[in-house]
């Protein structure tokens, strides 16, 4: 499913998002018109199910190449998000409004973890985003993300109208608010367009550093999941790495 939303990147197309595991040794990179396109199918798929401004999703995800076209795709639709993460770093995270939520994307590692409360949810959307094996079944309720957004490959772009007022997380942050956080970031980093930033997802969960920040800067992103530090120096000189995060 991935080899079918994902086409190989040519030198003259450099990759906007680039993402490893190294726990599977998978790699996934991601032009900006193939990371727009996803995002643009999630945010219909989002549409089909008449979700859209006033609709809340509850994002049970880690720092993935998924994760990003769902969070992308959820914002164009002007759908609030609320994150739930293990370490928010004293950022905005899953807000204690009344369940149900409209949506839930969730990880099959996470619904299987006991420790896991996944909030209730009428649309209710399933990610393999780990090593975890996949069992036979979907769970009932579920439906499995890549094949969902496979069917709204190619839908014309919904219209949406967003203000920056809007608010993009449940707790009412707005997109102002979210972009000027993201600046910011950027900012004290020393991020400029054109740098490369690699990010060790496990130490910055939260999508304002991994994902808005380099974005507002113009950066572009190497997003590593169970980061072998043995690689790291490798993994620098082959993605022409300018900051490590």
């Known amino acids: 499913m991935e080899d079918s939303l994902v086409s190989p990147v040519s030198p003259a197309d450099p990759p906007l998002l680039t993402f490893y595991d190294d726990a599977s040794g998978s790699r996934v990179a991601l032009t900006a018109p193939e990371l727009g396109r996803l995002a643009s199918s999630v ?13 809340r999703v509850a994002v049970l995800l880690p720092p993935h190449w998924q994760t990003a076209a769902a969070l992308l795709g959820a914002w164009s639709a002007g759908v609030a998000v609320s994150f739930r993460l293990s370490a928010t770093a004293g950022l905005p995270a899953l807000d ?3 369940e149900p939520f409209d ?13 896991v409360d996944v909030p209730a949810a009428t649309h209710r959307l399933l ?7 996949r069992p036979v079944a979907t769970p009932s309720g579920y ?7 496979a069917m709204h490959a190619g839908d014309p772009d919904p219209m949406v109208f967003l203000r920056a007022t809007d608010p993009a997380s449940a707790d009412g942050t707005t997109y102002a608010q979210w972009g000027s956080i993201a600046v910011e970031i950027a900012r004290q980093a020393s991020l400029c367009r054109g740098d490369r930033l690699l990010i060790d997802g496990a130490a ?4 304002v550093k991994w994902l808005l920040a380099p974005l507002s800067a113009g950066a572009s992103v190497v997003l590593c999941a169970n980061l072998d530090r043995s690689r790291l120096e490798s993994r620098v000189a082959a993605e022409r790495v300018t900051r490590v995060l």
């Open 43 to 55: 945010t219909s798929l989002l549409s089909s199910c008449g979700l859209g401004l006033g609709s």
């Open 96 to 98: 204690s409004a009344v």
């Open 103 to 115: 949506a839930v994307f969730v990880s099959r590692g996470a619904l299987d973890d006991w420790l």
């Open 127 to 133: 990610f393999d985003v780990g090593d975890e094996k």
């Open 143 to 149: 439906r499995e993300f890549l094949p969902s957004v």
């Open 204 to 207: 910055h969960e939260h999508p």
